[in-house]
Structure formats: structure tokens, C-alpha cells
């Protein structure tokens, strides 16, 4: 017997003695730990034979030491430099606080007697242990080397072979005599931005600030702060992020923007827009997510209705006709307006886009970026497609008065045209071009269809919950009386692990999809108002972008609260 239960010792041969363990079952879990380097406690927790919170219990019991919440804990007050962080993460141990010579130390292992004396020969004090929660301890920890900037040193991406390039091909092998191929921060920075896409991230954003450095990533349309590097680091970090985007790194007083690729592997990469600010205390850096497989979901990924969805696809494949995309910024109309794109490449159509800059490449369209500096704008580079046989132009945004005639032309001559406007819904479209100064005329005898939307984040699957809204909040919301009939459920958002407590996973399209009908057109042409048209689109069962997110609440794909911040009226 004495042979067979000779390996274990310490928290193992404790729970065996107490009858919280057979000897067998401590005797595997200590071979476990042995083989996969990892902790007793750390195999005895995942193997679900006790919590965490028990065995900090138990041994907070029997040795009668103090047990502690860790995450009542505010880590401001936590002594810094006192001790070495491998010490901290190869034990499972923090130092909480320092009174006099005595310093109270929280650790999950209490039988651990060879950490504490580690503990005491460092520091010179007297260690007093307070137990706590291995795996609250651990959260704990990673949070400490992450402030103090200790992980630069130690990160491990497992994609080790990933590829950062520029986005010029052409000035390829500028950044091999740089002086920032600083180790750390070159695989810190892979970190981030491999992190950002696998959170589904849409920006990243680099803020410097006089006391700390942070960084936050836009997911689902809200920013979140997700670490706080030293801000010793700032400089390598924008110099480096610099430097792969073809960036002038002496240049800190302008504004730059520029373009970088992640290559994930032969089939996948990763493009990010960078734009760089100079502040106060040193250059905000903001680098959008531009993951072309975005465009590639098709459209019935985006959200429309069916109705709406057919209206869209009939518009799009006519021979000519201009179809307008609306919304503000962020409100993926680019995403739309690719999805149409991809459906009409095919290898007998020549599609031509106007960009400011190109946000998604894809194969088969001839993309241009603006560059109104070098006098490339959008009115130039459209007048160049028409000289180039186009079937298809997409112009990225219609900012002025010639670049709207020369649109409204092209469609007007045979062309199928895409654009986007930045209007609050379709009816104040038609205006807007109108007081653009196109004539009346020109707008009816050319726009076929005009799409405005929203994003509304998408409730959380595996966590949303059945909510009870009183009848009078769903009529002002905008549903009529005969839809309370009881046949559906809103939903509410709830919050867990899925969704990093949230509510939310993932955002849905909601849409205003308005085809230009001949008795519009002949609102227009009398110069009929925003409110005229829209009262006509009514009539003629269009539904508006809150009609439009009140259906999603009724599938239950988002919440009441959601449509109303949205689609605010």
C-alpha cells in the first residue's frame, strides 16, 4: 500500500486522509498534473470531483487560515515589484498587501510550504497566506502581467508563421531596415490583431493617453477596452504599425492612412485599413477589420425579408438604373453593396469601383482609390469608366453635385450604377439629390431603387429570454393592435460565457427597401417633399426601418430596446 501511494503528497495525500478523495483517484490526477505540467488543483478542478470554491474551503478548514474573495480585490492597492510574476504564475500565488514586515499573500495551495518560503527568501518579509480560489487567483495574475507589460516577453501565438505585409506590394521590403522589428511588440501586436479577428472585432483602436495606454476593440458596434499595455510602449507600437502600412514614421504632426495584410494561411487573408491621429499625448491609431469573406456570405446572411430580398435582387439585375444604398457610418453598406457585386460577377459582366479607399478586394472588379490629393476624385474616375466599357460602377459615395450628374448619366446611357448617400432613411434620398441640384427630371428618369439600414445587434442564442412588455410599450413602439394577438414573444438580453456576459452575439441588417414606383416619380418631378414620398411608399406596402425592426423583434432575432436605440424615430 505504501509503494502505491508513494507519489502523492501534500493537497493529494490532505483530501485522501479527509475522505474527499479515493486513493485512486488522487493518485491519477497527480499523474495527470505530472504529465501535462500543469497543477494538482488545476486537474482536480477540471475534473469536476470538487469546485474551486470547495477546495479553497477545505483548506482554508483545515489549517485554519482566512478565505478570500479575490474579486473583491481592487488591484490598484496590490503591492507592485514585490514579487518576480514566474514565482506568481508557476505557483499560483499574489501578494495582496504589505503591513510592516509582514506580507499577506494569496494562494490556492495551501500545502504548497516550498512557494511560501520562495516567497519569504525574495522578499525578505514574513508571509502570512490567505487562501483564495485557484482559478479567480488566475484570472487575477494574468490581469497583474498584463498591466505591468511582462507578457511582451513571453507571448506565444501559435500561428507562428503568420505573414504581416503592407499594402503597397510595390514599396515591399521597406520595413527590412527599420528599427523597430522590436521582437515583443512585433508578436504583441500579431496578438492583437489575431485576437480582434477571432473576437469578430470591426476596429481595433491604439489610445494614448498621459497616465496609461489602452486599447479597445468595436464589437457589434460597441467598444470595449480589452488591455492596458505599459505606455512605455506606445512609440515601438505606432512605429510598427506604421512601418508595415507603407507610413511615414518620422511623421507624427499629420494625419496618414494606410493599408496592411494578415496572411492566416494559402487561402485566407486579412486586410486592415490603418489611420493614424496625433493627440495630445502621442498618435491614436485606428485599424479597421476588412475580412473579404464578408462579402462572399451572400445576401441572404445580410437580414432582408423575402419581399425585400426579391425587390433588391429584381432591381440589381436590370440593364441599367442606378440603385442607392443609405445609412450612417458603420452601418455596413459597404458589406450591401459588395454582396450585389459579387452576385453580378460573372466573367461576361465588366464591373468598375470608385473607392475612398477600397475596403474589400475581390477578384473580377477593377477597384480604383481616390486620391484627391494627386487629383484622381470620384467625378474624374467615373468620367475614365465610361471610357472603359463598363456594365457595372459602383461610385463609393455621391459627395457632390458633379459627381451625381455624372452618375445619374451613366445610368441613364445604358449602365447599372451602385452608390451610397448619407441620409437618414429612402424617401429623404430622392430629396437629397434634388437639393444636391440634379434636376427632378434626371433623379426620376434614373434611380430604380434606394435601400436604407441599420445594424441592430443580435441577441445571444444560448441566453436570450422570453421578457414581458406591457401592451401600451408595444403600441408606442409602432405595432399595430392585431399583431398583440399573443402568436409571439419579445425576447430580452440576458448575459453569459457565449457572449461575454452582453447579451448579444453577432448584428442583423434591418432595411427600408423603397422601389421607385411611377407614381413617385411623378412626386418627384413635382417637386414633392420627403414626407410626400414616404407617405406614398406607405401606400405601397414598403415598410420603414422601424416597421422593418419590430419584425426582427417578433422572430426574436434582437430586442425592443435595441430597435428603439437604432431606428430612434
Known amino acids: 500500500m505504501s509503494t502505491a501511494t508513494a507519489p ?60 478570500l474573495d479575490i474579486d473583491q480585490i ?136 498621459e497616465k496609461f495606454y489602452r486599447i479597445r476593440y468595436r464589437q457589434d458596434g460597441v467598444l470595449r477596452e480589452i488591455a492596458q499595455p505599459p505606455l512605455a510602449i506606445k512609440e515601438k507600437l505606432a512605429s510598427r504599425i506604421k512601418v508595415i502600412s507603407k507610413l511615414d514614421i518620422s511623421e507624427k504632426r499629420v494625419p496618414q492612412d494606410g493599408r496592411m495584410k494578415l496572411v492566416l494561411s494559402k487561402s485566407r487573408a486579412i486586410d486592415f485599413r490603418v489611420s493614424t491621429l496625433p493627440t495630445l499625448h502621442g498618435e491614436k491609431i485606428c485599424i479597421r477589420i476588412l475580412d473579404p469573406t464578408s462579402a462572399t456570405l451572400g445576401v441572404d446572411a ?18 441599367y438604373g442606378m440603385v442607392l444604398v443609405t445609412g450612417p457610418t458603420g452601418s455596413g453598406k459597404t458589406v450591401s453593396l459588395y454582396t450585389c457585386l459579387n452576385i453580378l460577377n460573372e466573367p461576361g459582366i465588366n464591373i468598375s469601383t470608385a473607392e475612398d479607399p477600397a475596403e474589400i478586394n475581390l477578384a473580377g472588379i477593377n477597384q480604383v482609390n481616390v486620391n484627391d490629393k494627386a487629383g484622381l476624385t ?31 448619366k451613366a445610368a441613364q446611357t445604358g449602365h447599372m450604377v451602385f452608390s451610397t448617400l448619407h441620409t437618414n432613411d429612402a424617401p429623404t434620398t430622392l430629396t437629397r439629390l434634388v437639393n444636391m441640384g440634379v434636376a427632378p427630371f434626371n433623379v426620376a428618369s434614373s434611380v430604380i431603387l434606394i435601400s436604407a439600414q441599420r445594424l441592430a445587434r443580435r441577441l445571444c442564442s444560448s441566453c436570450k429570454a422570453p421578457v414581458d412588455i ?15 394577438d399573443g402568436s409571439w414573444v419579445p425576447y430580452r438580453a440576458v448575459g453569459c460565457d457565449a457572449c461575454k456576459g452582453t447579451g448579444y452575439k453577432g448584428r442583423v441588417g434591418i432595411y427600408q427597401v423603397m422601389p421607385i414606383s411611377d407614381e413617385m416619380n411623378r412626386i418627384i418631378m413635382k417637386n414633392g417633399t420627403a414626407i410626400d414620398i414616404a407617405d406614398q411608399a406607405r401606400r405601397e406596402g414598403v415598410r420603414d426601418l422601424r416597421q422593418s425592426g419590430l419584425l426582427k423583434v417578433k422572430q426574436g432575432m434582437t430586442s425592443l430596446e435595441e430597435v428603439m436605440a437604432v431606428t430612434n424615430e
Open 8 to 67: 502523492i503528497s501534500g493537497l493529494a495525500r490532505l483530501l485522501v486522509q479527509h475522505g474527499r478523495l479515493l486513493e485512486a483517484e488522487a493518485e491519477a490526477l497527480h499523474n495527470n498534473a505530472v504529465n501535462t505540467k500543469h497543477s494538482f488543483i488545476e486537474q482536480l478542478i477540471s475534473s469536476r470531483k470538487m469546485s474551486a470554491r470547495e477546495v479553497a474551503e477545505f483548506g482554508a478548514q483545515t489549517f485554519g487560515y482566512p478565505l
Open 74 to 209: 481592487d488591484t490598484s492597492y496590490i503591492p507592485s515589484g514585490v514579487l518576480d510574476q514566474k514565482v506568481m504564475q508557476s505557483n499560483r500565488l499574489v501578494p495582496l498587501f504589505k503591513r510592516g514586515s509582514k506580507l499577506f499573500v494569496g494562494i490556492s495551495d495551501i500545502t504548497n510550504l516550498q512557494a511560501l518560503e520562495e516567497v519569504r527568501f525574495q522578499t525578505g518579509l514574513q508571509v502570512e497566506p490567505i487562501v483564495a480560489e485557484d482559478n479567480k487567483l488566475a484570472v487575477l495574475i494574468d490581469k497583474l502581467v498584463e498591466a505591468s507589460g511582462a507578457n511582451l516577453k513571453n507571448i506565444a501565438v501559435d500561428e507562428a508563421d503568420l505573414d504581416i505585409q503592407g499594402g503597397d506590394e510595390e514599396q515591399a521590403g521597406d520595413t527590412a531596415n527599420t528599427d523597430v522589428d522590436d521582437a515583443p511588440v512585433v508578436k504583441y501586436l500579431q496578438k492583437i490583431l489575431l485576437d480582434a479577428i477571432n473576437a469578430g472585432a470591426s476596429d481595433i483602436h491604439f489610445e494614448p493617453y
Open 302 to 319: 445580410l437580414g432582408y425579408e423575402p419581399d425585400q430580398k426579391a425587390a433588391l435582387l429584381d432591381a440589381i439585375h436590370r440593364p
Open 378 to 408: 470620384f467625378s474624374i474616375a467615373l468620367k475614365a469608366f465610361l471610357r472603359q466599357d463598363p456594365d457595372v460602377i459602383m461610385v463609393g459615395e455621391i459627395r457632390d453635385l458633379e459627381t451625381a450628374d455624372i452618375a445619374i
Open 470 to 484: 406591457p401592451p401600451e410599450a408595444l403600441l408606442d413602439a409602432g405595432y399595430r393592435e392585431a399583431e398583440l
